[in-house]
């Protein structure tokens, strides 16, 4: 019997009728699988102990963001491990176009206006991609996303020499004064955490679902900030998004904070070609 079989099974889900590959996972083997019922579902299949804990994280993450009820999100059915493999079973949300940017744009902000709590951080480990962050909290924004996310990616970055000496210093000294760049004590939010267009989804009907989230709790300038990082998804979406907004102070500098973190982490998982965009984005904070 497959894991996916089993994974099924155990969650009492009814008898599989076809599974197929699905497009979009870069990291677990994603499939589509067919149900007597008629129901479709998602499978993400992950092997190993740090598979498992992906899985978890974004199970995890997917019941944070939907719990505001603001923002539409798979609804996840189940996680079931055998053996060395674990299954995340998810809700098949069908493709469409005609996407609703503008509605988008303001459920995210629903989403980052939503209580949050009052510190910045998170209960659980995160993981973004194949990078894992641990858990943990600060009253200090700047200081969080400091210590508990640049320096650590730096530090990855210069011992795997993916940088030069000169250029490791210079976004040393960036982080060191970040507290004079960005604001100590923005709103709590909850962040989906990886919101570049691959994880952004068009449903039947327009609506736009939010996938794959890395989520913790943070400045909401982190979201919008992946968002135009590397395109894709209308400008409509964010400028609803920024429509929404009655905190804009230090606004570029938030981005550009949002945006090092994502491209030293590019860099460490993917190699110093993301190096030169990542300087030019410190540039802009020195």
Known sequence: MSVIQKAIRSLELCDI????????????????VDLNDGTRVVCK?????AGHRMLEAEQRGL?????????????????????DTSVLVLEYLPPGDNPHWRDAGQSLAA???????????????????TTCFPAGWSDDWAEWIAERRL???????????????????????????????????????IL???LWSGNIHVMTGGQVAFLDPACFIGDAWMDPAMTLLFGGVPTACVDA???????????????????????LNHVYMFGASYAPRLMDVVSTLA
Not at 17 to 32: E, F, K, N, R
């Open 63 to 83: 019941a944070l963001l939907a719990e505001p009820m603001v923002l539409r999100v798979p609804c996840v059915l189940g996680l079931s491990a055998h053996d």
């Open 241 to 263: 998004w920024k429509d929404c907004q009655d905190d804009r102070e230090q606004e570029n500098e938030r981005i550009a904070v949002g945006q090092a973190m994502h491209l």
């Open 192 to 194: 989906h955490g990886d």
């Open 111 to 129: 989403l980052h206006e939503a209580a949050a709590g009052v510190r910045y951080g998170s209960e659980h480990e995160v993981w973004l991609g």
């Open 45 to 49: 299949v992950a092997n190993g102990e």
């Open 151 to 189: 320096r650590p990616l730096l530090r990855s970055v210069a011992d795997a020499g993916l940088m030069d000496a000169a250029a490791v210093a210079t976004v040393e000294a960036v982080i060191d004064r970040l507290g004079s760049r960005i604001p100590r004590h923005p709103r709590p939010s």
């Open 17 to 32: 009728v076809s599974v197929a590959p699905l497009a979009g996972g870069s990291i677990h083997d994603v499939q589509l």
